[in-house]
């Protein structure tokens, strides 16, 4: 099993709907979770941190289950500008790596 | 505010060539450092992190090395380059206040051919 497994997609969305992307994780020792965003040809950058009582930022919420050892992020009334790959991200105890998975990709037409 | 920088922001090297990529943040001190590679169509991958000065983990065996020879400058280095080194290679810090979250430079798009 994969470390951190994430539907690759693509998920071709109009705008203003709702999209909702899982990830799931093989370390029950995962400590901490983040949600990534890759444009093409760019750098990744930090979406947000995925609490455990689950947190909203705008129009993007993310929740953790960690009995299921699962990760969501729901996006609502997408933007054209959200089209790019969205990585799940999960990191064991201090001083160890971040495991990324592949990514999933968006893509918002009008 | 905290920044990274990186540099060359594209770079295309024959086979057996070395290597040296320079990674530079800025605006903040005792960060952690990471390498990591993304070759097409597949996850980032870490290759080196740092906690210090001098100070460096390999994570996979390859015939690429890094160092940290000063607080805030993490070099990844070759001396002689493969076909399969070539992919996007990302710098990355970590540091106050949380050390989980890391932070991306811009990346090198190194081809070797």
């Known amino acids: 099993r994969k470390e951190v497994e994430q539907d690759p997609g693509p998920f071709n969305v109009p705008e203003g709907a709702t999209v909702a992307f899982n990830c799931t994780y093989s370390n029950s020792a995962s400590q901490s979770f983040f949600w990534y965003r890759q444009d093409c040809r760019k750098e990744p950058k930090l979406l947000m941190s995925?609490?455990?009582s689950g947190n909203e930022d705008g129009r993007f919420t993310a929740q953790l289950n960690r009995a299921s050892q699962y990760i969501s992020l729901l996006i609502r009334d997408s933007k054209l500008s959200d089209s790019a790959t969205y990585l799940c991200v999960v990191k064991g105890q201090a001083g160890t790596a971040l495991i990324f998975g592949k990514g999933t990709t968006l893509s918002v037409s009008s | 505010s905290q920044t990274i920088h990186q540099w060359p922001a594209t770079l295309v090297q024959p086979v057996g060539s070395p290597l040296s990529l320079e990674c530079t943040v800025e605006?903040?001190?005792?960060?952690?450092l990471y390498w990591y590679r993304q070759a097409a169509g597949r996850g980032l991958q870490l290759l080196f992190y740092?906690?210090?000065?001098?100070?460096i983990s390999s994570e996979v065996p390859q015939n690429l090395s890094a160092s940290r020879p000063q607080d805030r400058q993490f070099i990844l280095s070759s001396k002689k380059l493969l076909l399969s080194d070539s992919g996007f290679y990302l710098c990355a810090w970590s540091g106050i206040p949380s050390y989980n979250e890391q932070f991306f430079g811009p990346g090198t798009r190194l081809t070797v051919l």
């Open positions: 995925v609490y455990s």
């Open positions: 605006g903040t001190s005792n960060p952690n």
């Open positions: 740092s906690v210090g000065i001098g100070q």
